[in-house]
């Protein structure tokens, strides 16, 4: 079955340090790709999305993932975290033969001031 | 422009109870999603449309029914509440299946 895995549940991070969070998918061909943030209490909101191109895509807040197609790969970067930043943030693929948009189960990020 | 909006916000029911969960867009999207979201377990699809008068099952569709007989909203139903349907719901909607998805606040449904 097509999934979506984003391998840390749980991170917690001081203040300025940077920040890594993994996404991984099972299915080849063409896919679309997106990072949505969700802050505590609210909606999800998009963050950054890749369709085609430039597989570095820089999104809002400073965010920013890179696309590695031969490692099914769309991983989240900023370099420097804020206290604001902390949130679960939730990567997602279209593609393959679903035609639906797959969610990680999420990855919660805690920055500590 | 207010997006995408939910009702209600909250909501506890008995074991056995119905209720319908309102989403309704502004954006003329043809395209729209309902979701429950559990701890660890990311965000499901229950419903979707692809426009309006069709519905489609997604991942999760037992216990759910669902209405899209204005291009604007999209109802969920629960015609007999169990608490395995104890969870947060959002809405989403999109102008296309493959693109950007606009999510609402939730709504956090209780049953006990």
């Known amino acids: 079955a097509q999934s979506v895995s984003q391998h840390n549940h749980h991170v917690i991070l001081s203040e300025a340090a940077s920040l890594e969070l993994g996404c991984n998918y099972s299915?080849?061909?063409?896919?679309?790709l997106f990072w949505y943030v969700q802050y505590p209490g609210q909606h999800l909101q998009l963050l950054l999305k890749?369709?085609?191109?430039?597989?570095l895509v820089k999104g809002i807040k400073g965010f920013e993932a890179e696309f590695i197609k031969s490692k099914f790969s769309f991983n989240l970067r900023k370099p420097s975290v804020q206290w604001s930043d902390t949130a679960e943030y939730f990567c997602?693929?279209?593609?393959?033969?679903?035609?639906?948009?797959?969610f990680g189960t999420g990855t919660l990020l805690a920055v500590q001031p | 422009n207010a997006g995408v909006t939910q009702t209600p916000k909250f909501r506890v029911l008995k074991t056995g109870q119905s209720m319908t969960l309102l989403c309704a867009q502004d954006m003329n999207h043809e395209y729209m999603y309902w979701y429950r979201q559990d701890p660890g377990m990311g965000l499901r699809l229950i419903h979707y449309s692809v426009g309006e008068g069709t519905t489609a099952k997604g991942e999760v569709p037992d216990g759910y029914n669902v209405s899209r007989l204005k291009k604007q909203n999209f109802l969920l139903g629960l015609e007999s509440a169990a608490p395995s349907q104890t969870s947060v719901y959002f809405c989403?909607?999109?102008?296309?299946?493959?693109?950007?998805?606009?999510f609402g606040p939730g709504t956090r449904l209780t049953v006990l």
């Open positions: 890749y369709f085609s191109g430039d597989p």
């Open positions: 299915y080849g061909g063409t896919v679309n």
């Open positions: 989403a909607s999109s102008s296309g299946q493959r693109n950007e998805q606009f």
């Open positions: 997602a693929v279209w593609g393959g033969a679903t035609n639906k948009l797959i």
